[in-house]
């Protein structure tokens, strides 16, 4: 028997999938272009925005849909607790009847999301995205990538809804937890990291939100985008081309979002010219959940399904994700009636088809994987979230030494967020995520609280515990057991911060967005209450976004920042408190002084700095890149010299040597800012460019040079080139955007010269250890 030409591995990519398309019915093809959520919830309480509306009227008949064939199956363990045994046999049975059902017997890509680990029941919940931008260790990252793919793959599971590469415009916003942090160049190296991580398992990563999501105004989820073309151009959008670039991230999610009227979803200068035409992408750019939907009934930019079909496929969407909606028997019929062409469905399907190829998904002898047993939280992925969160816990303030905790003082503990496990979970975890609605159904992962772990960590102290007030609720009646408590202890460890859910089931998460940037709720009374009673006081915040913190700056004994640092948080940042970890984790966001002021990142250009010209002080209370440690560092020989000059298309190296003069081991994080006096158009006064983590023993020293390029000084200029100008700039070490050690200054001569595709996107760091 002939082998079909595009059942042959031998062939290229491109040949197998032509074959195969020339084969195919308009039916089979479009059928390539959706998947479908089976259980999906429809009563209200769903995780995805407006899922009750977008799926009461659809009823998927499963059986007689497959026959047709299935690009994508959506959450099979992402929607309901399942055992990942049983899970991974179903997941295996529902891709032997589609295979079974088609002609051509291909299988559907399954995909899920892992934004903080797999979204699945007993699935590790590792720290959430602000927490890997705060430990500042893309290696670490990548290990983690590479573990959550692994996990993925044995489960048959080929695409993974991570990483979201948005940078934070606004902390109001309710997604803040699940971005990496306020600079494009963190975001981007970071990002890249677990991309990195998650394809070298065979996952398909999947980069999102594409693009300016974070911008949405007035910080409300989903709202539109007013950045402008350079906002967008140098803060928005080199994190993607990065991960696309450097990380070979094979599928891009298009935005909900509109910018300037035009939505993401429908907008082929975005999804095509630059996306594919400009970057050379040649993965698959997949629909939010129910975004294509959305460009008739929210955006209202399409009066019927055939339109918006043919909106979403001639911006560039491929795939209609969740369920079919739009791409199904809509689109068959628009084609056939000539309102669609049919060249846009054969192109969509043709990159569909390509990605399953390139997974083995066309191979003859492909079969599902039925593993058992399955172990989705293993000791090892649990150490690695526990180096993740330790590394990513930021001590903002401990200006008298009260921290560590002597190992047998008397501690009340207080406050709503010490002795609930989910207070170390994002939104995305899948206790916080799904099991809100199964509350018969237990965690499935072993989460300690800070409690517990404190209590385990300070065996000989004496530790007494009180909640103070809930997380949101305006009730202060249990304020006097707290300050009873705080009174009769030496020091008061008071857990304050979020509680993470969805559309305003929560404090921080998607759909969560807040007016200001007070605590939630009472807690910012209660820790009043228990500052006024004159025992030291430890803030410890388990949050998934920055408050403002100046109406407590000098009454703190201690200030300690953990942004949902997972299921080894507990333990880390009691860790922290005990002395045992060394604390090591830089602020990805700034963290204001007052609630309000919003919205304001440190990429400011001189007026949106502090000033005569307006009565508001945006400076805040912690800089970027911020964090103090229990150790002390050195910084020394550097070599930055006199003023340099180099040609717009040089480089230059600014090296330092960084010696732990402390007892303990630490880690400093030497950063690399770029202050640019003069230019075409206004800049950041400092934007980072480059950074170091340095884990260092006592006495120990390593050196580390910077190796600048003038590329990395490339902004967007008037006419939209991305260029490079002559003159001085300023290359600033520092350990944080606002404590500048040392300074080289360099000249850049010649023409303005345009940065190209090929340009360098990061800084090439070396370090020599002595």
Partial sequence: MTTAPWRDRALPAATRVDDLLSRMTLEERTAQLYGVWVGAATDGEGVAPHQHDMTADVAVDFAELITRGLGQLTRSFGTAPVDPALGARALARAQRQITEAGRFGIPAVAHEECLAGFTAWQATAYPVPLAWGAAFDPPLVEEMGRAIGRDLRAVGVHQGLAPVLDVVRDPRWGRVEETIGEDPYLVGTVGTAYVRGLESAGVVATLKHFAGYASSAG???????????????????????????????????????????????????????????????????????????????????????????????????????????????????????????????????????????????????????????????????????????????????????????????????????????????????????????????????????????????????????????????????GFTEAITRASEADVCVAVLGDRAGLFGRGTSGEGCDVADLNLPGVQGDLLDALIATGVPVVLVLLTGR???????????????????????GGPAVAGVLSGRVNPSGRLPVSVPRVPGGQPWTYLQPPLGLAGQVSSLDPTPLYAFGHGRSYTTFVWEDFTGGPDQEIGTDGSYDVSVTVRNTGDRAGAEVVQLYLHDPVASVTRPDVRLIGYQRLELEPGASARVTFGFHADLSAFTDRSGRRVIEPGDLELRLGTSSAEVRKVARVRLTGAVREAGAGRRLRCDVRVSRN
């Fill in 219 to 477: 910080a409300r989820n989903l709202a539109p985008v007013r950045a402008g073309t350079r906002e967008f151009a140098d803060v928005t959008l080199p994190p993607f081309e990065m991960a696309l670039r450097e990380g070979g991230a094979r599928s891009v999610m298009a935005a909900y979002t509109e910018r300037d009227g035009v939505p993401a979803s429908a907008d082929p200068e975005l999804l095509t010219r630059l996306l594919r035409d400009e970057w050379g992408f040649t993965g698959t750019v997949v629909a939010d959940y129910f975004g294509i939907a959305f460009l008739q009934t929210l955006h209202r930019v399409a009066g019927t399904p055939a339109e918006t079909a043919r909106l979403a496929l001639e911006a560039g969407i491929d795939v209609e994700l969740p369920t079919v909606k739009h791409y199904g028997e809509a689109l068959v019929a628009a084609v056939r009636a000539g309102e669609i062409p049919e060249e846009l469905v054969d192109r969509a399907a043709r990159r569909v088809l390509l990605q399953k190829c390139e997974l083995g998904l066309l191979d003859e002898d492909w079969q599902p994987e039925t593993p058992e047993p399955v172990d989705l939280d293993p000791p090892a992925n649990r150490a690695l979230a526990r180096r993740l969160a330790e590394e990513s816990v930021v001590l903002l303030d401990n200006p008298d030494g009260l921290l560590p905790l002597a190992p047998d003082t008397r501690i009340a503990v207080v406050g709503p967020r010490a002795a609930d496990a989910l207070a170390m979970l994002g939104c995305y975890s899948f206790p916080s995520h799904v099991l809100t609605h199964h509350p018969e159904v237990d965690t499935g992962i072993g989460i300690p609280t800070l409690l517990e772990s404190l209590r385990t960590e300070l065996p000989d102290a004496k530790v007494t515990f009180t909640e103070g007030c809930g997380v949101s609720d305006p009730d202060p009646s």
């Fill in 546 to 568: 920055p408050y403002a913190l100046g109406r407590w700056h000098g009454r703190l004994g201690a200030v300690v920042q953990a942004f949902f640092p997972g299921e080894e």
